[in-house]
Structures are given as C-alpha cells and as structure tokens.
C-alpha cells in the first residue's frame, strides 16, 4: 500500500506560480512512477504531468508544457509539481498518483484545490 498526501494548492492570481508537493508513504517510493491528474468543476479528471521511477523520464500534457514542472525526491517519498504562468483554465483540485507504471496509477490522493483568479 502506498498513501499519498498532496499539498500546496491555494488562491493564486493569472501569471502566478504554486508549487504542489505530494508526500508518499508506504511501499517504496523510488520504484513507483508518479503522476499528478486534475478535475475542474464538470469536467473529467485530466492528465496533467508524470514522472517514471527508472530515469526519471517526464511526461506533460500539451496544454502544461513550458509552464508546469515535475520532479520527484526519491530521498523524501516525495513529488513536485512546480506551476508557473498560471492561468485561469488551470483552476482544478490537483490529484497525485502512484503506480508501476507510466499510465498505470494503483494509488490516488485526496487532492488538493488550486484555483487562479483573472
């Protein structure tokens, strides 16, 4: 079993950054590729961003690339999400996952509201 705790979410105006941190507790971390997902209000949870555990390889979707980053500390059970250039349609809860594989995600946090005003 993996848990997994996000933090960082907030009010942020357009243009504005937030760090997301995802504690991970369980199992071990370092072999788990990581993913953080996000859901805006009547819409389907998306893929934002993921990082596999091997190389360390990223993955973005379009719509993040250039502006968000990840990044993991194998060293602290913990994930990143660095946001920079925020921007209004970024408005989501932000959910951090865990799994084998890239795109196989076994484990979900609660999530963790970032919301950008105009």
């Known amino acids: 079993q993996v848990q997994l705790v996000e933090s960082g979410g907030g009010l942020v105006q357009a243009g504005g950054s937030l760090r997301l941190s995802c504690a991970a507790s369980?199992?071990?971390?370092?072999?788990?590729?990581m993913g953080w997902f996000r859901q805006a209000p009547g819409k389907e949870r998306e893929f934002v961003a993921a990082i596999n555990w091997r190389r360390g390889t990223r993955h973005y979707t379009d719509s993040v690339k250039g502006r968000f980053t990840i990044s993991r500390d194998n060293a602290k059970n913990t994930v990143y999400l660095q946001m920079n250039s925020l921007k209004p349609e970024d408005t989501a809860v932000y959910y951090c996952?865990?799994?084998?594989?890239?795109?196989?995600?076994?484990?979900w946090g609660q999530g963790t509201q970032v919301t950008v005003s105009s």
């Open positions: 369980g199992r071990t971390f370092s072999s788990y590729a």
């Open positions: 996952a865990a799994g084998p594989i890239v795109g196989e995600y076994a484990y």
